[in-house]
């Protein structure tokens, strides 16, 4: 692979029906491959159940896949979302993270149906069949089975009126620091890479704050493209630059019924950002 800043071929943001995606792993990584992707990273919320089927079925279609996750964690209240790359699956700190934060998502899933509940929305049986399907639950998955009951029409509109900030059955999330989690990472001899951040709701100068706490906690990028939000590349770009963060590209991929963020079709990362991927350890 070239080592140039060119990100033909790279897509690092991707998700599978081990947390809030709706294909298999293999299924995520054959999808890749007819995109033309070459490096790959797996990032489902909080798990890495599927990174051996990853693995594998990477190497079969001569795709090179490297551990991945993206962890949830908290910062001034809200949820922030931290990609992990290159660690070791095997370590005690990640594997204790990922358990407390399935443990606390479950926990608030079940507390946003017993909300529900009052408003005569059935949503305790929806979420009883959502544990029993995935091992790591999301709201995602909740708004999905409202849909399919006849709850709301759409899912934007479970999250507008039932599910969102204001709304009956908004349950505020308790997840761990964002320090905490880039710590987590580097305990497991991986990197910590931002995940999408225009998507938070903080104002210009709060960003910057977070993006200066946490390259301070030894955080190593952020994400310049992110899926076909191409308006803002340049300005993340200066971002990156002005925190020494690494820039990293991912489709955040998780339904091919969506047609907007296909993997691997992604915009160049600008010339002037250094790609989060020369620090992989990558076989030759």
């Excluded at 979302?81 to 608030?108: K, M, N, T």
């Excluded at 639950?137 to 934007?156: I, P, Q």
């Excluded at 992604?266 to 030759?284: G, Q």
Aim: proline share 5%.
């Amino acid at each position: 692979m070239s080592t140039d800043a060119t990100t033909d071929g790279v897509d690092l943001h991707l998700h599978s029906r081990h947390s809030d995606g709706v294909l298999a792993p293999a299924e995520v990584v054959d999808l890749a491959a007819a995109g033309h992707v070459t490096l790959l990273a797996l990032t489902d919320h909080d798990t890495i159940a599927g990174l051996d089927e990853t693995l594998r079925r990477g190497a079969e279609r001569g795709i090179r896949c490297i551990t991945g996750v993206e962890l949830s964690a908290s910062w001034r209240g809200q949820t922030i979302h931290v990609l992990g790359f290159d660690f070791d699956p095997g370590a005690q700190p990640l594997q204790e993270r990922l358990s407390q934060v399935q443990d606390l998502r479950r926990v608030r899933l079940r507390e946003i149906a017993r909300r529900l509940e009052r408003k005569r929305i059935a949503a305790a049986e929806l979420v009883a069949r959502i544990e029993s399907a995935y091992g790591v639950v999301t709201r995602t998955h909740l708004a999905r089975e409202l849909v399919a009951c006849g709850a709301a029409r759409s899912m934007a509109e479970v999250f507008k009126r039932l599910l969102g900030r204001g709304t009956p059955g908004h349950v505020p999330s308790n997840f761990p620091s964002l320090e905490s989690a880039v710590q987590c990472l580097r305990a497991a001899k991986g990197l910590a890479v931002l995940a999408h951040p225009l998507r938070y709701t903080l104002s210009a100068g709060a960003r910057r704050q977070m993006l200066q706490e946490f390259s301070a906690a030894g955080g190593t990028g952020m994400e310049v493209v992110c899926g076909n939000a191409r308006a803002h590349i340049e300005g993340l770009a200066q971002l990156a630059q002005r925190f020494g963060l690494a820039g990293s590209v991912g489709s955040d991929f998780h339904d091919p019924q969506l047609p907007w963020n296909p993997p691997g079709r992604l915009a160049k990362l600008p010339a002037s950002v250094h790609p989060v991927w020369r620090h992989f350890r990558l076989p030759t």
